[in-house]
């Protein structure tokens, strides 16, 4: 039995918590799986899981417990007021998880020795009140290589590498380490991760970014289960309900997008600046093909343009390096981080 907490956000007064409960042994950790064929078993096993519906789970914070459901596809979600506004700390906050009763038909298994119940901790991120912007970032194609526009080779990067040796794009965790910092210091910007990846693939995604050096965030993917929402969902309506959930946690930070070209960003972020006016910096959409695709090149452009009314810039870039550089003149990272980023992306 597994009690997988995921890693989320919140405000001092308010914590969104989510995670999923599986019938599941735990896989070994990331760097542990060896060949690839054993990497491809392991794949299987992450995707062929066993749900549990109906299970129930206590979240504690403050010494406050509720209790939450399962779904159909073992997930939960609990929106948690605790008791007292939460300090700043460093940024995230433990919740405390029980699994307290499982439905007719599956037996507890996993406790420790001595333990009677499962337990596990969520992390959660509070902003701080002086934080200058968020981020919202993508995955595929923006910070890791998945080769999304090519199925054959999505299919390859996906199921047949092992993350840890996919390498990210040059110079990306220095950026986002820049943005993350700002012009105050205080490395307090709050970064969010948004996916059409399933979450099945969370541990896997969570230990490429802390091998590559990327600022912790909470990692924001997809239920590909079959309830009804999630058939008729596709890549657009799934971020762009994410990202808009962000906005609406945060309503006084503006947020910097950064996405690709490669599937449909472009569209999702001009969207997110029409539905939310004054509350984007700056959007960058990162070439996948190298301006190899005249007809993609347009559309963003085209979209560009669309928001120019809106004063929020969206560029087109070749690398991590030109995004940097822009950020500079805007005063989202400080002057010399351009060239850290510029020699990270050389070493890359």
Do not use: C
Request: charged share 25%.
């Amino acid at each position: 039995m597994l009690l997988l907490p995921y890693r989320s956000y919140g405000t001092a007064s308010r914590l969104y918590i989510l995670g999923r409960v599986l019938d599941d042994e735990p896989l070994p950790p990331p760097s542990e799986r060896g060949s690839t064929v054993r990497g491809l078993r392991m794949m299987w096993q992450r995707i062929e899981t066993d749900e549990v519906p109906g299970a129930e789970v206590e979240v504690s914070v403050q010494g406050h417990a509720a209790r939450v459901v399962t779904d159909e596809e073992g997930y939960f979600r609990l929106n948690l007021t605790p008791p007292a506004p939460l300090p700043w700390n460093d940024g995230w906050h433990p919740v405390s998880l029980r699994l307290a009763s499982l439905p007719k038909g599956f037996e507890l298994a996993g406790a420790a020795d001595g333990e009677d119940a499962l337990t596990a901790t969520a992390t959660v991120l509070v902003p701080p009140p002086d934080a200058e912007f968020g981020i919202i970032s993508d995955i595929d194609d923006t910070i890791v290589e998945t080769g999304a526009t090519s199925l054959p080779r999505m299919f390859r990067n996906t199921f047949l590498r092992q993350y840890r040796q996919r390498l990210p794009f040059a110079g990306v965790a220095e950026f986002y380490r820049a943005l993350q910092l700002g012009l105050n210091g205080k490395r307090n910007n709050p970064v969010f991760y948004v996916s059409s990846s399933p979450w099945n693939l969370y541990d896997l995604l969570d230990d490429y970014m802390i091998h590559h050096g990327l600022p912790a965030g909470p990692l924001l993917l997809r239920d590909f289960g079959i309830r009804r929402r999630n058939l008729r969902e596709g890549h657009l309506d799934h971020k762009l309900r994410e990202i808009s959930q962000v906005l609406d946690t945060y309503p006084a930070l503006s947020f910097v997008l950064i996405g690709d070209s490669g599937q449909r960003d472009p569209a999702i972020y001009r969207e997110v600046v029409r539905r939310y006016p004054g509350r984007v910096r700056a959007i960058y959409i990162r070439d996948v093909e190298a301006s190899r695709d005249s007809a993609r090149d347009t559309i963003v452009t085209g979209f560009a343009k669309e928001i120019e009314a809106d004063n929020v810039p969206m560029l087109l870039v070749p690398d991590t390096a030109a995004a940097a550089a822009h950020a500079a003149t805007i005063g989202l990272i400080v002057p010399p981080a351009v060239a850290e980023v510029a020699e990270e992306a050389k070493q890359g």
